[in-house]
């Protein structure tokens, strides 16, 4: 019996410090978890393509097979989480996240043998992917039991903050790690940090796990589908600007195409950080429907731009836009079930944004074949008031429900 299972005592009402306490450290191993993404993600594609001479398809699946496997492993994670308790799921995922730094570690020294090496690091990427959903949908299961359901939202957006700011760290710093000592350093690199991980989230106290029947996944799947069609329209503004902005700036020649992705960042990161408490205050929907209808100004705005200022704009209004989403609709959805499936929601609802990442990318190219770069954004801009559609819609049944 796991020690979330056995522990069952009443919490005593947390002060504000302690709040902030507990989800600031729970989301500090899901930073940890996308450190150890992060520090390979620029590393892997020229490793396969140039070290090991596989074209370019087959680089790019180094990276998508992790994504397939985040995808693939969701429900299995949150009812992970709901059945033996978060902070077991977390543990799980954060050895999956050590093992794949061995296996990058290992594909290093058999990069003479391009076939051995590459299905090495392929097998390092799906432990990695399985990795990654049980650290990303524990730890956030896992603070929401120890802070109360009251903190839902904050506890989203600081997992968020977690993510992209390990991200935007972990890119920069493999490629550094890489060029000093290798790719063998880099995987090294990431067993550490995640066995480091591991030891730290040990000490954590566990949450107690809410007994009750468990739903099956299909249904919980069901329960959340609106929210997570929303939350699948307003990621492809997200998705269009990482992948084609570069190339944007490329066809227009302009410099400096990364403040762009900067700019969206760090608004992303101030909106979360200084607007989280409004989903609380005004509920989900109404927040998302701001958000949505923020972000389709920004992507039109990178759809009309003519310098580069205004592309900046765009990209700016469209993070800002983009960062409440994930948790304004997380919020009502979680909302949908009882406490003891709350981790299967939350799986269930981000396998919506693990998809309309997966799908962006190449139906983004397919119109950029067809019609150019800035149709891309004006794709997105429709996306996003589509969603806006959505969400007006369950947010008027969800009033007329309550009247």
Not at 258 to 264: D, E
């Amino acid at each position: 019996m796991s020690e979330e299972v056995r522990l069952g005592r009443a919490s005593l009402p947390l002060s504000e410090s302690a709040v902030t306490f507990h989800i600031v450290s729970t989301a500090f191993f899901t930073f940890i978890c996308y450190l150890a993404i992060g520090i390979p993600l620029a590393v892997l594609p020229g490793y396969v393509h140039v070290d090991l001479g596989y074209s370019s398809v087959l680089a790019g699946l180094a990276i998508s097979m992790q994504y397939l496997a985040t995808l693939l492993s969701r429900p299995l994670a949150g009812r992970m989480a709901d059945s033996v308790g978060p902070k077991t799921a977390v543990l799980r995922g954060l050895i999956g996240c050590s093992i794949s730094g061995a296996f990058l570690l290992i594909a290093a020294f058999f990069t003479h043998l391009p076939a051995l090496s590459l299905a090495i690091l392929l097998t390092g990427r799906l432990v990695l992917g399985c990795g990654e959903s049980m650290v990303g949908t524990g730890a956030i299961t896992w603070g929401i039991g120890r802070v109360g359901a009251q903190h839902t939202a904050r506890m989203i957006s600081w997992n968020g903050i977690a993510t992209y700011g390990a991200l935007a760290i972990g890119a920069p710093l493999g490629v550094l790690i890489s060029h000093a000592w290798g790719l063998a350093a880099v995987g090294a690199t990431v067993t550490v940090l995640s066995v480091a991980g591991f030891l730290l989230a040990r000490l954590k106290t566990a949450t107690a796990v809410v007994r009750g029947e468990h739903l099956p996944f299909g249904r919980v799947l069901r329960k959340v589908f609106p929210h997570g069609m929303g939350l699948a329209l307003g990621s492809i503004g997200f998705g269009s600007i990482a992948t084609f902005i570069t190339l944007f700036y490329a066809s227009h020649q302009w410099p400096n195409a990364a403040f762009a992705l900067t700019l969206f960042g760090t608004f992303f990161v101030g909106a979360r950080l200084l607007f989280a408490h409004t989903i609380s205050r005004f509920g989900g929907f109404r927040v998302s429907i701001v958000c949505f209808s923020i972000e389709a100004i920004g992507l039109l705005l990178l759809w009309q731009a003519g310098s580069p200022f205004f592309a900046l704009a765009g990209a700016a209004l469209t993070g800002f836009g983009f960062a409440l989403i994930f948790p304004a609709l997380g919020v009502e959805a979680v909302n949908l079930v009882p406490a003891n499936n709350r981790g299967s929601a939350l799986g269930a609802y981000s396998v919506f944004l693990d998809l309309a990442l997966g799908v962006t990318g190449p139906l983004a190219g397919l119109i950029v074949s067809k019609f150019g770069y800035p149709d891309v954004f004006l794709f997105a801009a429709v996306a996003s008031l589509a969603a806006v559609t959505l969400t007006v819609g369950m947010y008027r049944r969800l009033q007329a429900a309550a009247s």
